[in-house]
């Protein structure tokens, strides 16, 4: 593990003079931080990354204006470990939460109208007491922090909520599971339970008994009130407004397009328009039915992009565009269900995104993510880096940024210098993950070669080979023929995993 080191005195000291100016009730002396986080978006779901079918112009200027990672990896393939480790700056082999943990021996926590009553059973496992994350390092360097979206790491009576877990203000889904229905019947801001003006339907409703699936009035039931997502972004533009003379750190982690298909009509309109006649989706996958799923996939993926949009013109309002340094990333891959086509839209490109190469899979397509950093005058517009990172490099990153360091050691390393455009960027040796679900996983990637063990759970420990340079799809296994690289992976898979200290995240077959 590596511990961050300070490559900017000279900008450090800068912002501090600047703050010591006489005369001036406000002075910046470091840059507002916002980094958005979507929900299960490809890594070809941008235009700016390859997307034919969906239009995403404002993150693509957002690329077009800053940088575009093309070797950006998740830390986990499904959401709780991703934002876990995203936070934390530790990879799975470290992290507390290294998978989706609904806590079930709570009671029956999918029962939605048990949950509506009683916030003993919403949420996730908790992150513990005095964890380290980037709300507390960057609380201790002068930001006001605040995270607006789906949360997923501690029910709202726990330490691990994010008022607890480094954040000033909080605004959106406490649960993973809530945000099962962009209508939920109630929020959280903060502490407080917000109650919405939606009536309860639960995400296992489907089409009423006799409806015509061709008919669009038969779908009525899943769309309702209040749209979760036009609020959120109303209390993340309210946060922006707020905070405008101080420091801040906004984390904007959007459930946008995670499923179920719910999209502002406008939209799927018009994709309705660009696509032609579909095939309903009647819900034989999970979450809601709706009459036209690709359109209104679609539709999602561009509202969540019109956001981005009001975002940049809040702060180029405001007069903070060029002190705000912007990333944007997802979580994971694509997902397989909920009436999602991944494959016709390719959203994986050039990786296969069929189920068991996306999302809940260590494969390319499960964790290699877009990533777009944004910050005027610093870094180089229309630039790409071919940097082999992770989200777990975020944490150090953004220390980095404030001119402060973690404590202890992490697993990150910070990637600065490339988005500075600096020659002495340090970079990993292998990157490394492990998943206690889909079968028992780990994978490492070192250089070019990706290894992979899959079926573990099954005392396979057999690692696949794959030369990412020439088969990066992941098809050709060639293992047999570098048994020395294998024996490295081998070595590094014992080194890098501790044993889970959660039962649910334990893998027996490595020792636990």
């Known amino acids: 593990m590596i511990k961050t080191t300070c490559l900017l005195p000279a900008l450090i000291l800068f912002f501090a003079a600047c703050q010591n100016q006489p005369g001036k009730e406000t002075v910046r002396q470091k840059p507002n931080i916002i980094y958005i986080l979507a929900d299960d978006l490809g890594y070809a779901e941008l235009g700016c990354y390859g997307q034919e079918k969906i239009e995403t112009p404002h993150i693509d200027a957002l690329a077009s204006e800053g940088m575009r990672f093309t070797q950006h990896y998740s830390s986990a393939p499904v959401c709780a470990p991703a934002r876990c480790m995203l936070l934390t700056g530790l990879h799975a082999g470290h992290a507390q939460i290294r998978g989706n943990d609904e806590w079930a021996e709570r009671g029956d926590v999918w029962d939605f109208e048990a949950m509506a009553n009683d916030p003993n059973l919403e949420g996730q496992r908790p992150l513990k007491p005095g964890t380290q994350t980037i709300g507390t390092l960057l609380q201790q360097a002068g930001y006001r922090t605040g995270v607006v979206g789906k949360w997923g790491l501690g029910g709202p009576l726990t330490e691990?909520?994010?008022?607890?877990?480094?954040?000033?203000?909080?605004?959106?889904?406490?649960?993973?599971?809530?945000?099962?229905?962009?209508?939920?019947?109630?929020?959280?801001?903060?502490?407080?339970?917000?109650?919405?003006?939606?009536?309860?339907?639960?995400?296992?409703?489907?089409?009423?008994?006799?409806?015509?699936?061709?008919?669009?009035?038969?779908?009525?039931?899943?769309?309702?009130?209040?749209?979760?997502?036009?609020?959120?972004?109303?209390?993340?533009?309210?946060?922006?407004?707020?905070?405008?003379?101080?420091?801040?750190?906004?984390?904007?982690?959007?459930?946008?397009?995670?499923?179920?298909?719910?999209?502002?009509?406008?939209?799927?309109?018009?994709?309705?328009?660009?696509?032609?006649?579909?095939?309903?989706?009647?819900?034989?996958?999970?979450?809601?039915?709706?009459?036209?799923?690709?359109?209104?996939?679609?539709?999602?993926?561009?509202?969540?992009?019109?956001?981005?949009?009001?975002?940049?013109?809040?702060?180029?309002?405001?007069?903070?565009?060029?002190?705000t340094i912007i990333m944007f990333s997802s979580d994971n891959g694509p997902t397989f269900n909920g009436g999602t086509d991944s494959p016709w839209f390719d959203s994986a490109k050039p990786f296969k995104s069929e189920q068991g190469w996306g999302k809940a899979n260590l494969m390319e397509g499960g964790i290699r993510i877009p990533m777009i950093a944004n910050w005027p005058g610093e870094i180089?517009?229309?630039?790409?880096?071919?940097?082999?990172?992770?989200?777990?490099?975020?944490?150090?990153?953004?220390?980095?940024?404030?001119?402060?360091?973690?404590?202890?050691?992490?697993?990150?390393?910070?990637?600065?210098?490339?988005?500075?455009?600096?020659?002495?960027?340090?970079?990993?040796?292998?990157?490394?993950?492990?998943?206690?679900?889909?079968?028992?996983?780990?994978?490492?990637?070192?250089?070019?070669?990706?290894?992979?063990?899959?079926?573990?759970?099954?005392?396979?420990?057999?690692?696949?080979?794959?030369?990412?340079?020439?088969?990066?799809?992941?098809?050709?296994?060639?293992?047999?023929?570098?048994?020395?690289?294998?024996?490295?992976?081998?070595?590094?898979?014992?080194q890098e995993h501790t044993p889970a200290e959660l039962e649910r995240f334990k893998i027996k077959q490595l020792g636990d």
């Open 380 to 494: 180089e517009p229309g630039s790409q880096t071919d940097l082999i990172s992770a989200q777990y490099d975020v944490l150090p990153t953004l220390c980095e940024i404030a001119g402060i360091e973690p404590a202890g050691n992490v697993d990150g390393i910070s990637f600065l210098p490339t988005l500075l455009g600096q020659g002495n960027q340090e970079e990993h040796g292998f990157l490394y993950w492990e998943f206690p679900a889909s079968g028992g996983q780990q994978a490492i990637r070192m250089g070019k070669w990706k290894g992979i063990r899959k079926n573990i759970f099954r005392d396979s420990l057999r690692v696949r080979l794959y030369n990412l340079e020439e088969d990066m799809q992941e098809l050709n296994d060639v293992s047999d023929l570098h048994p020395e690289i294998v024996q490295k992976m081998e070595a590094i898979f014992v």
């Open 160 to 323: 691990g909520i994010p008022n607890k877990q480094g954040f000033d203000f909080f605004y959106g889904f406490n649960c993973q599971r809530q945000a099962h229905t962009y209508f939920p019947v109630h929020l959280w801001k903060n502490t407080e339970k917000v109650p919405l003006n939606n009536r309860m339907v639960p995400p296992s409703t489907g089409l009423p008994e006799g409806a015509d699936p061709h008919n669009p009035a038969s779908y009525s039931d899943f769309w309702l009130e209040e749209y979760s997502p036009e609020l959120m972004q109303k209390e993340l533009i309210q946060f922006i407004k707020e905070n405008k003379n101080h420091p801040f750190f906004m984390y904007y982690a959007n459930p946008i397009p995670h499923v179920p298909l719910q999209a502002p009509k406008r939209w799927v309109d018009y994709y309705m328009e660009k696509f032609g006649d579909e095939e309903p989706y009647t819900g034989d996958q999970g979450y809601f039915p709706h009459r036209y799923p690709r359109a209104c996939y679609a539709a999602m993926v561009s509202y969540f992009d019109e956001q981005v949009g009001e975002i940049l013109a809040t702060l180029k309002e405001l007069g903070l565009y060029e002190n």
